[in-house]
């Protein structure tokens, strides 16, 4: 067991590098670059440009820079003596420019170490600047998986205890439709309706702006939470229904389930007790792929309700060719969709008996 | 070809003409009454879009030419059908030049992806090792990062310096879409090439392209005719997703998803400026799921007639 996810710790190694590489080589393909970005104002003197681009380091060899961006530059140029000047280094000249003076210690930590620099549009730390909106997204993320589950479930396995009824049709087209409807058409109408015609729910937000301090009720919040759930929740619903009916209608063609209903135990036993706590176990390996569904939904969902979480943050800093943020929101949600798919690996292990680790 | 399974088991018949599978497949979606009335609205979409420049010349009415006393006119208004946008332009006319721009990059970059992931999935299928494992990888890695954010990023770097953003954007998604077409025919390939037919063409000497594009390839035609008709689908959605962020197609160029970006203020001016585009996309993409749905049942060999 701890050997496995070891291993599958291991086997992410290389798609992580690969992910750290793709988004490296996007940052330096971005038009302009970090320096154009910094340098903006037009009352920058080439001479400023020049410093801007040597704290940078964008002259370095690229290896040498990915390297800084990965793993930080504190161990590439260092001050042991602790005089505030290098006096050592690693793989960087001491003295760069060539004015005989050496350059300053290095102070980046690298992703690796949690470090996602500065944004360009903030200028604020990055990586607080996420923590700030983890909660938001997670929030709306977990609400979104549980209404998927706790609706695409039973909806699966009713629709294969009536194959071919009513029903099953009924679900089938809906699981079309869902899966067909662009989210934020779906997001805009439901406002339309629900929040500008009738009036009844918020039209976006997370919660109502609190002008005297203190936390807003807690009804408030779930009736931020109706719309942006359900419309982050459809694709979650169409692909669950879909694969709990598959799974079930497998699981009802067994053996075991003729014997259950051959020793005369009601339907409605067989169907429940038997049938779909087996067919549930397939559905673990669904884990992975719906969190990946559901970060890639946010982006568009949060833009459309307002909500402060990380994939309106992400497209805010795309538009505002905020990289450090980019990319941090890149490599945070690709690490996060790779634990996903592990997780489910483990717990579809866990539960299945018949699964060994070998 | 009239042949019936019912004629088949009377006894003593002569001989039976052989049926091939298409044969078969096609006969079963001119019964599919659901797949044909898809592709029969996704066909008169497609036509009122290539057409819309006779339509709108018809009807007197421009999909550019903005008229600031005429602005968020409703439905049924004189001289314009569906009413004006916020710049007084006739809503018909850019819904209508609209579709032709969604639905050719969806079709396009649906070329694209799929011409990269079938050739990727037959050759690292075929020839497994080293450039399996290097195919593989890179899926793993783009496959990692949630879709919608590795198109945005994409386009936001490419599409600033581009001269000409439709054309870049029909690349990225084509460039971006290809890993779940290269997964599913690297599998069919797995498969296919241990058949018989296979092992006697490499028996008789025919080389490994040949034995690629002339025995496997045909045999993947079900499996290509539908994941293409769900990738335009998804690639439609997946513009329009982009160009309402911002990041895709831009105005003044009209395409479903554009034509949404600003709805929010358009709530108490001009509802109808929501619900049409977004109606559009949503029709166009639920037909093409169901033509795939039904072109992949239609194929599927254990199926009864």
């Known amino acids: 067991m701890v050997k496995y996810t070891i291993r599958r710790l291991i086997q992410t190694i290389p798609t992580f590098f690969g992910i750290t590489i793709f988004a490296y080589l996007l940052m330096t393909a971005a038009p302009g ?117 706790a609706v695409g479930v039973p909806v699966g396995i009713l629709a294969a205890v009536n ?34 015609w009738l009036g009844i729910l918020p039209m976006g937000g997370r919660t109502p702006p609190v002008l005297t301090g203190g936390i807003p009720p807690l009804w408030e919040r779930i009736n931020h939470l109706i719309l942006p759930t359900f419309v982050l929740a459809t694709g979650t619903i169409a692909i669950y229904s879909r ?94 969709t790779m634990l996903g798919y592990i997780l489910s690996d483990i717990f579809y292990a866990l539960i299945d008996p018949r699964i060994r680790f070998g | ?107 396009f970059a649906a070329v694209l992806s799929m011409t990269i992931g079938v050739t990727l999935g037959i050759v690292t299928g075929y020839f497994g090792g080293f450039i399996d494992d290097v195919v593989n990888w890179l899926i793993a890695t783009l496959t990692s990062i949630p879709s919608l954010f590795l198109l945005l990023i994409v386009s936001a770097v490419l599409l600033n310096s581009s001269s000409s953003p439709t054309v870049t954007l029909v690349l990225v998604l084509g460039f971006l879409g290809w890993t779940t077409t290269t997964r599913l025919v690297r599998g069919e390939t797995l498969s296919i090439r241990e058949r018989e037919y296979v092992i006697s063409a490499r028996a008789i000497g025919a080389s490994s392209l040949r034995i690629m594009f002339v025995h496997i390839l045909p045999n993947l035609f079900s499996v290509i005719v539908v994941t293409m008709a769900i990738d335009i689908g998804s690639l439609i959605l997946a513009e329009a997703g982009l160009s309402f962020l911002g990041l895709g197609i831009k105005p003044p160029t009209p395409s479903w998803g554009n034509m949404l970006t600003g709805a929010r203020s358009f709530f108490n001016t001009g509802p109808h400026l929501v619900i049409f585009p977004g109606l559009l996309i949503f029709l166009s993409v639920l037909c093409l799921y169901i033509i795939g749905d039904g072109v992949r049942d239609a194929f599927d060999p254990t199926a009864k007639d």
């Not at chain 1, 961006?69 to 161990?75: I, P, Q, R, T, Y």
């Not at chain 2, 903005?66 to 009413?83: M, S, V």
């Open chain 1, 163 to 196: 194959k071919s009824g009513w029903f099953d049709n009924l679900t089938r087209v809906m699981a079309v439709c869902f899966n067909a409807i662009p989210i934020f058409w779906l997001g805009l109408i439901l406002i339309l309706i629900f929040g500008s």
């Open chain 2, 1 to 107: 070809m009239t042949t019936t399974v019912a004629k088949l088991n009377v006894p003593r018949q002569e001989h039976r003409v052989g049926e091939s599978l298409t044969t078969l497949a096609l006969r079963r979606l001119r019964r599919d009454k659901l797949t044909l009335l898809a592709m029969f609205i996704l066909f008169v979409l497609a036509l009122l879009s290539f057409t819309a420049p006779i339509t709108t010349n018809w009807l007197g009415v421009s999909y550019t030419r903005t008229n600031a006393a005429e602005t968020f006119l409703p439905i049924g208004a004189p001289g314009h059908i569906l009413g004006t946008d916020d710049l007084g332009r006739d809503h018909l006319a850019r819904l209508l030049y609209a579709g032709q721009v969604s639905l050719s990059v969806g079709f």
């Open chain 1, 243 to 336: 694969y709990m009916r598959a799974s079930m209608l497998d699981v009802m063609s067994q053996d075991y389930m003729r014997t259950a209903t051959s020793k005369g135990l009601a339907a409605r036993i067989v169907w429940f007790k038997h049938g779909a706590r087996n067919a549930l176990i397939p559905l673990a390996t669904f884990l992975g792929p719906a969190i990946t569904g559901l970060l890639a939904g946010a982006a568009i969902t949060e833009t459309i309700f307002s909500w402060p979480g990380l994939g309106r943050f992400a497209v805010e800093a795309v538009k505002q060719q905020d990289y450090p943020v980019v990319m941090a929101v890149v490599i945070i949600t690709a690490i996060s």
């Open chain 1, 33 to 149: 670059g970090p320096v154009a970005a910094l340098t903006f104002d037009p009352r920058t003197t080439p001479q400023q440009r020049e410093r801007v681009a040597a704290q940078l380091g964008v002259n370095d060899p690229w290896p040498v820079q990915y390297l800084r961006w990965l793993a930080g530059d504190d161990w590439m140029r260092w001050d042991s003596d602790g005089d505030g000047v290098s006096d050592g280094s690693f793989l960087l000249p001491l003295d760069a420019d060539g004015d005989g003076e050496p350059e300053p210690p290095g102070t980046r930590k690298g992703i690796i170490r949690g470090d996602f620099g500065r944004s360009f549009f903030y200028r604020r730390d990055v990586i607080g600047m996420i923590g700030e909106r983890v909660a938001a997204t997670f929030e709306l993320g977990a609400s979104a998986l549980f209404l998927g589950v």
